[in-house]
């Protein structure tokens, strides 16, 4: 099974200066896992994602004050959120990332895609640079597939809520989009409640779990509705928002995943998952080993071949009270069962 690998040298110089943990390193630790994965890897640079793609997702008023910024120097656009010079390339590339891994996907070039790029993107909103990102990567792909006519499901399992993807297809009933986070949590959104309007009615699935939650809920969390779900839409797309910084190692969360959870995660999605047409989209996750670890796990996961074995770390009581929740609502909005 051959894996496209999505990398560039300008996403080492998006520098986010000192002590911040979305810092250049962690793309050394993502290559690093890929290759060690055993997993037979195409590796390939992505093109910067044309404006007007871009600006499906983001307001044109807002692409070029972030273009006339970072030409400047850069600086702080938020607490969080720091870019340089180069980082208007880099934010051009990841978002292209997307763009170029599905047209070689729909080609046949390869079986499905990794992306490693940076800087992130699900909490990139229309018109504001937030979290750590500046354009929301798997929103443009996910806009451009929609743009096409194509139906596409995106599942975050990055440890904060991915809001400005939500809202990037909240009123869309030709986008689906599920997320597993911590709750309450930065950004405080995702709440069970927020499950889109209009035609996008349902197609918004939240499962915010408390802090402390383990692979087991996890687990059972992707048998009881995430599978499920992709599989009643019959999407032509899946596209996976892959943080790991729900792993009980990251230093900004609170969850309680073990690196074979990302293995078991992958395999269950690449089982529903389109035939060539699966696309990973590195997030968060800002412990270099995690990173290094997590990545390999992913990649072997969806390749079907062998990850790390153990057990997952049991969760607390309010943990599955939430999963049962968020089932029973599933199972009524999607007929399911």
């Not at 699935?205 to 992707?222: H, I, Q, R, S």
Request: aromatic share 8%; net charge negative.
């Amino acid at each position: 099974m051959a894996v496209l690998l999505y990398r560039h040298d300008v996403f080492v110089k998006h520098d986010t200066g000192p002590w911040h943990p979305e810092r250049p390193d962690r793309m050394a630790s993502v290559l690093r896992g890929a290759r060690e994965s055993g997993v037979q890897l195409i590796e390939r640079e992505p093109d910067p994602a044309p404006l007007e793609v871009i600006e499906r997702v983001h307001d044109p008023a807002y692409v070029g004050t972030l273009q006339r910024f970072c030409a400047a120097g850069g600086g702080a656009l938020d607490v969080d959120t720091v870019v340089s010079e180069d980082s208007w390339e880099a934010a051009l590339r990841a978002a292209g990332a997307g763009l170029d891994a599905t047209a070689a996907l729909r080609r046949g070039e390869g079986d499905f895609a990794f992306l490693a790029v940076r800087p992130p993107g699900h909490h990139a909103l229309r018109s504001r640079a937030m979290g750590f990102c500046m354009f929301n990567n798997v929103a443009v792909t996910a806009a451009d597939l929609a743009a096409r006519g194509e139906r596409v499901v995106i599942l975050d399992w990055d440890v904060h809520h991915g809001n400005g993807t939500q809202d990037s297809f909240y009123e869309s009933g030709e986008v689906v989009f599920l997320s597993m986070h911590q709750f309450p949590f930065y950004p405080g959104t995702g709440w069970v409640d927020e499950d889109g309007d209009q035609e996008g009615s349902g197609h918004v699935v939240n499962l915010p779990f408390p802090a402390g939650t383990g692979g087991d809920v996890y687990g059972e969390a992707m048998e009881r509705v995430v599978v499920p779900v992709i599989s009643r839409f019959e999407p032509d797309w899946l596209l996976v928002s892959c943080g790991f910084d729900a792993h009980v190692d990251d230093p900004l969360a609170n969850q309680m995943l073990l690196t074979p959870d990302y293995g078991r995660m992958a395999q269950a999605v690449a089982s529903v998952a389109p035939r060539r047409r699966l696309v990973f989209f590195l997030e968060g996750g800002y412990d270099l080993d995690v990173l290094r670890a997590g990545t390999a796990e992913t990649l072997r996961g969806a390749a079907g071949i062998p990850f790390g074995e153990g057990s997952p770390l049991v969760s607390p009581p309010r943990s599955r009270q939430i999963l049962d929740l968020v089932a029973g609502k599933v199972s009524r909005d999607w007929k399911l069962g």
